[in-house]
């Protein structure tokens, strides 16, 4: 177990001294999660698991979020605020902090990169983006038959293999149908703040591919580049929803019902997988292969590979840990 990931920090207790390396570390750590939310396909949830930080940051959001809801929940009734204040404290804030600001200036600094890039080879760039969901698949699909990392394998029975199917059939129409792109309304871009933060506490969900579905994920990216605060501060208040009502919800949903959530979750990125053909014209519709050919085949192969040697450091990682924590533990007077 690393430090990260060592038990939260208990109401009023001390928390553990930050060095500054440390701190540098974890702002690294939030610099190749924000930058992560800046390619749809990719999962900033995956890489806080893969950075060991996913659940100090999972269970520091549950009691921010509870200890929020306190403050105004005991402030309006004229209570004591014991409560949010020992929930707060649990928080670690030592790691959320330095990644929070590296989340930030990655997501400004990458934007530009990333709009530039669509704009000049949009089909290389879907090329890539298929690569990196479809290798992606297998982030919820192997979770889902697992109870424990290192637990023995359950295969998905035919009504969970019907029902994935049913989930990805369903989200194939839908990125299929003629002007997907939604208009970047306060009612449009409040769901879709909502829905992309849900990203950050799901592995194997991207943020960025969920915008790129609803065809809000390159005026997103202007946003960013042209410091729209109009724009953004919708994007943020459906954020700050999505924390509180949809990111609970996945993970009641995770606690209460893992697998059948992962199952669907497998389906949905697989149905989402006709977004991001590489071949389309002008309104969206995908057609047979054209020149660039080379490109985009090379660059889904690449993303791929990305994905398959993020996957197999995080397998080498966790049987490392495994391995040290069975390790016996030798007495003082030994």
């Known amino acids: 177990m690393t430090a990260h990931e060592a038990t939260p920090v208990e109401a009023g207790a001390p928390q553990a001294r930050r060095t500054p390396l440390l701190v540098a570390l974890d702002l690294v750590r939030g610099a190749m999660i924000g930058t992560a939310e800046t390619v749809p396909g990719v999962s900033g949830g995956t890489v806080a698991l893969m950075t060991g930080v996913y659940e100090t940051l999972l269970t520091s959001a549950g009691h921010l979020i509870a200890g929020l809801r306190h403050a105004v929940t005991d402030g309006l009734r004229g209570r004591g605020l014991a409560e949010a204040r020992a929930q707060l404290a649990r928080v670690s804030w030592g790691v959320v902090l330095p990644i929070g600001v590296g989340m930030v200036i990655a997501l400004l600094s990458m934007a530009h990169v990333m709009e530039g890039l669509l704009e000049d080879h949009p089909e290389t760039m879907r090329g890539l983006f298929l690569g990196l969901v479809l290798a992606s698949l297998a982030v919820p699909f192997r979770h889902s038959r697992r109870v424990a990392p290192r637990s023995p394998a359950v295969p998905w029975t035919l009504r969970e293999w019907l029902l994935a199917a049913a989930a990805a059939v369903a989200v194939a129409i839908v990125v299929s149908l003629p002007a997907g792109d939604l208009p970047p ?129 995080e397998h080498r990682l966790l049987a490392r840990r495994t391995e040290d924590v069975a390790e016996p533990v030798e007495s003082p007077g030994a």
């Open 185 to 313: 309304e306060w009612y449009v871009l409040i769901p879709a703040g909502a829905l992309a933060v849900s990203a950050l506490v799901l592995p194997g969900l991207s943020g960025s591919f969920l915008l790129l579905t609803m065809g809000l994920y390159e005026p997103t990216i202007a946003a960013l580049n042209d410091r729209d605060l109009g724009y953004l501060a919708l994007f943020a208040t459906g954020l700050a929803i999505g924390l509180v009502t949809i990111v609970k919800l996945l993970q009641w949903l995770l606690e209460h019902h893992r697998r059948l959530t992962l199952v669907v979750l497998t389906g949905i990125m697989a149905g989402s997988l006709v977004a991001l053909w590489p071949w389309q014209d002008a309104d969206g519709a995908r057609i047979a292969p054209t020149d660039p050919i080379v490109g985009p085949l090379l660059a889904a192969l690449a993303g791929a590979a990305v994905v398959v040697g993020i996957l197999v450091a």
